[in-house]
């Protein structure tokens, strides 16, 4: 077949094609030179009956097609169309040729399933505390654009990192993603400003997002106005930050995103909830664990370059591989430190703390107050209603706003 010509048809004409490069057929036994009566094992099914004795049966043309494209799934075009049951027959077949474990052409392998087949490929992905897999498989991971769930909790992103502009910029993955946990990531309120750029500017991206955790980072109020731009965020965890529990922070989380604060533990935000789910669970498994059996010494991307070289190749590869997952010091002070909020129903009472409180003119005479606190009562009882609609002021866009707006 190698000294065979190639046609394809497309569209009703056919057409010759000479630049395709066909996976090599892997290499007969010498007794096939000699007999050319000797069957091609890879073509049949060898099994054992009863009494011991070796059968084969054929594979189903079906088998033997399916296998030549797994092989050569790098010259697929395109699988848009084609049924789910094929689809993941086909990715099983390219996953036990271990052609996501090939750099050269797993990006676009994935890429080919993703536009094809969505979040059935991968609906749910948890890095959690897995720092090396996400940057060594930084492309790859890219390529999964039907996410829902993303966890990023103790990968230590920082203020910059290149995965941020990627949540924004893509259209897919900015419309389908619904949670995201990027704590303990050492995010600071220009980080949050960064990241929520995009999104403030252009009134788009990350519209589904319900669930945000940003707990264990070093943010303060301040960040707490970047986040009113996710127009249904209905969850957030704050804990382990620069907040403080108190009437004010309330009323502020209040105020700005229409969340209350839970006086018990949101199980929304439990880690067990997020799961790798989809056909390439697997696939990010052997990642890891090819990961594991290569030398900790490896090459690293080139547009890593600039940053290796300022704090040093070896010593940067060697930390962050030593590096021990961020954890709590104590199962009581990681009780003690929840700070979870959530967006009560429509129909739910409000308590008063909740609400910004009026104590401090208890001072004044009762009947110098009453009309100010008949216009109050009325204002709490439209809160009460419905939470309070998020505007974005023209004055929101800072000069440090329009500097990133530059940089995009």
Known sequence: MENSAIYV????????????VLAQPKPVSSCRRTNPFV????????????????????????DITLLFVADNIHHVDSLVGFPDQIGDRLFSAAEENRVFLNADISSKALQLFS?????MVLGSLCLRNRFPLLHERMDDIKTFHSLKCLDLFGCRLGDDHEIFQHLTSSSSLASSLMQLSIGGNR???????????PIRMLRKGLDCLQLL???Y???????LRYITCFPKLENLDVSGTSLKLGTGLKTTIWDLLGLIY?????DRFD??????????????????TNNSQMPKLKKIDESRTSALHFFGRQKFVRDVLNAAPLVCESEEEAQRERLHFFRPAANSHIPEKQTPSTTNQQGKPSWHNIKKRQRQSERCDSSRQSPPTKRLPSSALTAEDLDLLNNY
């Open 39 to 62: 069957l091609r094992k890879e073509n049949f099914i060898f099994t054992y009956n009863a009494e011991g004795s070796l059968r084969y049966t054929t594979k189903s043309l079906f």
């Open 217 to 223: 980072n070093p943010i303060s109020v301040r960040a």
């Open 9 to 20: 048809r497309e569209r009703g004409n056919l057409r010759r094609v000479s630049d395709i």
């Open 115 to 119: 536009d094809a087949y969505g979040e």
């Open 271 to 288: 880690h067990s909830r997020c799961k790798t789910e989809g056909w390439a669970e697997q696939v990010v498994n052997q990642w890891e």
């Open 262 to 266: 839970s006086e018990k533990s949101l």
């Open 213 to 215: 955790d940003v707990s």
């Open 187 to 197: 995010l600071s309120d220009v980080g949050l400003q960064r990241l929520t750029a």
